[in-house]
Every structure is written in C-alpha cells, then in structure tokens.
T-cell receptor
Framework: GAVVSQHPSWVICKSGTSVKIECRSLDFQATTMFWYRQFPKQSLMLMATSNEGSKATYEQGVEKDKFLINHASLTLSTLTVTSAHPEDSSFYIC??????????FGPGTRLLVL | AQSVTQPDIHITVSEGASLELRCNYSYGATPYLFWYVQSPGQGLQLLLKYFSGDTLVQGIKGFEAEFKRSQSSFNLRKPSVHWSDAAEYFCAVGARAGTASKLTFGTGTRLQVTL
C-alpha cells in the first residue's frame, strides 16, 4: 500500500511553454501532498504544501505564479510550471500523506526546458 | 527551525561489510525521524521511521536505526551490505504539528558498494 505515481516521468519542452505534472495517490486518500525540487546530486527542497480543496502554501522564495499547484481531489495534485525557462529544468518529486507523519514519494518527473 | 546534518557525503564499503550512516538533527522538541533511500533517477523509498517508543527501529531491507536523544542522532545501520544497497540515503526530520508534518532533509550520503 501507499503507492504514489507521477506523470509524466520525463518531459522536454520549449522555453516559454507550460508543463503540467500530475501526482496521484493510487491506493489511499491523501489529504496533503507536497512538491519538492531536486537539483543534481543535491537534497530535496520543499516547494509547497498542497491540501485538498484549499490553496497551496508555498515556501519562501518559490514563485506561486510560476509554479501553480492544484489539489482538486484526495488522490490528485498537479504542478504546472508556467512559461518555463531553462533554469526551471530539474527533477520534481511529489509526496503524499495518508497519516500526518509519513510521506510517501512518487518516482519523480525530470523536466528539461530547451 | 529544524535542520539535519549528514556529515558523510560519500561512503564506500565492501559487500558483506557492516554499514553505519550518520545523521544529526536539530529540533526543539521530540521529532519525527525518517530514513529514505533514492536510487538514481528515482523517487524516495521509506526505509524506516521513528515517532516514539523503542529507540531502536527496524526497517525494510535489513536496515535499522537508533534514536539517541542525548546525541541528537539517528544513525542508520546494516550488519551486512549487499551490492544492491548502493544508492543515495537521506535522513529527514519532521516537525510535529497539528497538520501534516513538513520534512527537512539532510544533504544525503551516497553509498558505493565494492564487490
């Protein structure tokens, strides 16, 4: 149990376009989902916390207008990178909680902006 | 604010040898503590967690970790390493709160296993 999926697993896009990444909890209802960004050979940086039916809470320094997060149901959260630029290229990972304490992570989405 | 320190960036061990990965945390109260493992290009898999109770916790794949409050440590151990254990290991601390806990990760320790 506690399986989290992400789609797509990798995406290449042109600079200026928008990209949507989906995060799904497959076998449990997740009241809270988190979005992280990971640069090569570095740790995970929390971008935002997403609660079902409410606005996401963004970490300091994360542009909410650039990284749009929607948590429309208890099993789905989406991250949209708007007007993507090469510096947005990264590995994006989501996690979901079915209890308050333990986060279960998705496999990640690698974004490359040309 | 909580923080996590993993002093070892890279560790190399021989297959069959024992392993200990160090983790020190800073948090004002009793924390939630986690160890995750990440294979290249993959997400994170939970190895084990500590919330309360017995300070020696057992996880998957033969891993265990011991919470030592006096040392603010939560070191990960395995008695005999397998080549498939080569990966990146992250220690994380979660803030206890009424809502879902936010995790703060250490910088990770890359484990290399030689045959």
């Amino acid at each position: 149990g506690a399986v989290v999926s992400q789609h797509p697993s990798w995406v290449i896009c042109k600079s200026g376009t928008s990209v949507k990444i989906e995060c799904r909890s497959l076998d449990f209802q997740a009241t809270t989902m988190f979005w992280y960004r990971q640069f090569p050979k570095q740790s995970l940086m929390l971008m935002a916390t997403s609660n079902e039916g409410s606005k996401a809470t963004y970490e300091q320094g994360v542009e909410k207008d650039k990284f749009l997060i929607n948590h429309a149901s208890l099993t789905l959260s989406t991250l949209t990178v708007t007007s993507a630029h090469p510096e947005d290229s990264s590995f994006y990972i989501c996690s979901a909680t079915r209890q308050q304490e333990t986060q279960y992570f998705g496999p990640g989405t690698r974004l490359l902006v040309l | 604010a909580q923080s996590v320190t993993q002093p070892d960036i890279h560790i190399t061990v021989s297959e069959g040898a024992s392993l200990e990965l160090r983790c020190n945390y800073s948090y004002g109260a009793t924390p939630y503590l986690f160890w995750y493992v990440q294979s290249p290009g993959q997400g994170l898999q939970l190895l084990l967690k500590y919330f309360s109770g017995d300070t020696l916790v057992q996880g998957i794949k033969g891993f265990e970790a011991e919470f030592k409050r006096s040392q603010s440590s939560f070191n990960l151990r395995k008695p005999s390493v397998h080549w498939s254990d080569a990966a990146e290991y992250f220690c994380a601390v979660g803030a206890r709160a009424g809502t879902a806990s936010k995790l703060t990760f250490g910088t990770g320790t890359r484990l290399q296993v030689t045959l």
